[in-house]
């Protein structure tokens, strides 16, 4: 039989399946939520995720406020379970803003006429890696080299932070910045001892020098992981030799032991630490151990504040979602195989005419399947075109809206993987039924003719 009769038959017999329309919604319903739902779960669940395995997040914030944090002390800590690293904190701690004074970036000097420049700098910490998507790591760069966001916005007009209009990153590798903190000063915390020799916490305002800082590299710019698209990163060592830079210009001798600042500067166990942990979980097991059963002042969280909505819409879309989703797949394989078994039998007299006119077993199958592959491109279509109009409309609103809200956009990628497994779990369910139907197919007589 020709593919122009299999054809004919089967739009023929689609006009008179009084099951067609519903089969199409269910093919279009099943199309929506595997790729709709399905990815905005995944996208979710992994922000989720990313936020959880960064290593800021992972990083407890630890003093000398109740106990000097000595080498044994250290080494307690570093013996705990689930402790990956203990990071010593010294230094400038990113807590100040920077304007650009001098730079070979064309696209940055057009708009700093009409706009101040501020960025924030920060050095990693001790033995932290910061992902790098483009150029070199700064753990094998010289001093004086840093990294930039790959979304990057160094100015002050940022207004709602909405559809900023971000520089690439990646064009900038080469380029060079010279900056220097507003008005001209920094600020330095430590803990050191007062003049009645109690250890105390004290926040002196520095002079800023000018920093001149090569870019090597470009980190990925999100907000779930460490960064932001004003944030500037340098190395832990070259944190450490631009605090030296700012001690000198400030006129402070580091060989004064009657300084408090000297004196922290030189004494490590009045330095404060970051205790890294394996796994986000397990924060509240070593918080207490390190609280409660050594005795050491230590936060309950993470130095990355989490987004208690990615956290919210992860926990909905890992349970609801899921539930959602498994069981409009469930009832829409359910109804797929109803409907093909109910079409089967309804169709016994039909069959039976087409065999007592002469149509072979394999002829009439082919063109039952050609007809549930036909009604499946056209629903499949039709609900692929809505998951994609959805996706899209989605994807533009979160691109051009908040930096928090550029987290929750969509790879495409992952979404045309979603497509293609409901096209393929719309297509094989009727398909296997068909073959599972083949025998009682084979069955059916040309007398069946006869019956209504």
């Given at each position: ?8 038959l ?10 067609s ?24 669940i ?33 013996s ?16 100040d ?26 050095g ?53 910045i ?15 001892l007062?003049?009645?020799g ?30 932001s ?18 001690l ?15 004196l ?63 069981s ?125």
């Amino acid at each position: 039989m020709k593919l122009k009769y299999v054809h004919f038959l089967s739009k023929s017999n689609i006009k008179g399946n009084k099951n067609s329309g519903t089969i199409t919604l269910l093919i279009c319903l099943l199309t929506v939520a595997v790729t709709v739902i399905s990815c905005f779960s995944a996208t979710t669940i992994n922000t989720m995720n990313r936020f959880k395995d960064d290593y800021r997040a992972r990083a407890l914030y630890s003093t000398p406020g109740y106990k000097l944090l000595t080498d044994d002390a250290l080494r307690a800590i570093e013996s705990l379970e689930h402790v990956e690293d203990v990071a010593e904190v010294i230094g400038l701690k990113g807590y100040d803003l920077y304007t650009i004074t001098e730079t070979d970036i064309d696209v940055i000097n057009q708009k700093m006429s009409d706009c101040k420049t501020g960025i924030d700098i920060a050095g990693l910490y001790e033995n932290e890696k910061l992902e790098v998507i483009k150029g070199e790591r700064l753990d094998t760069a010289p001093a004086f080299s840093c990294l930039v966001p790959s979304a990057f916005y160094p100015f002050e007009d940022v207004g709602d932070f909405k559809d900023l209009n971000y520089i690439d990153g990646t064009t900038l590798i080469g380029k060079t910045i010279k900056v220097k903190a507003y008005n001209g000063k920094v600020s330095m915390s430590y803990f050191s001892l007062d003049k009645n020799g109690e250890l105390q916490f004290f926040d002196d305002v520095l002079s800023s020098p000018e920093f001149t800082l090569k870019i090597v590299g470009t980190y990925p710019c999100d907000y779930s992981i460490t960064g932001s698209f004003t944030s500037v990163f340098v190395s832990y060592e070259t944190n450490l030799l631009m605090s030296e830079m700012v001690l000198e210009k400030s006129g402070v001798d580091l060989s004064d032991t009657q300084n408090p600042l000297s004196l922290w500067w030189n004494t490590p166990e009045y330095h404060e630490y970051y205790v890294i942990v394996d796994d986000y979980d397990n924060i509240p097991e070593v918080y207490d151990k390190v609280k409660n059963e050594l005795g050491y002042d230590i936060v309950s969280t993470g130095t990355k504040e989490k987004d208690e909505n990615v956290e919210l819409l992860s926990i909905i879309f890992k349970f609801v979602g899921t539930f959602l989703t498994l069981s409009i797949l469930l009832i829409s394989v359910i109804l797929l195989v109803q409907s093909s078994v109910t079409s089967v039998r309804e169709r016994k007299g039909f069959i039976g005419l087409m065999k007592a006119i002469g149509y072979k077993n394999h002829q009439i199958f082919l063109s039952l399947i050609y007809e549930q592959l036909y009604m499946t491109l056209k629903a499949f279509l039709i609900g692929g075109a809505i998951s994609t109009a959805v996706v899209l409309v989605a994807n533009y609103f979160f691109k051009h809206g908040t930096y928090r809200q550029m987290q929750y956009i969509i790879d495409m990628k992952v979404f045309f993987v979603f497509l293609g497994v409901s096209f393929l779990i719309a297509f094989l369910v009727p398909l296997i039924t068909q073959l599972l139907l083949l025998r009682k197919l084979v069955k059916i007589q040309p007398r069946e003719a006869m019956t209504r």
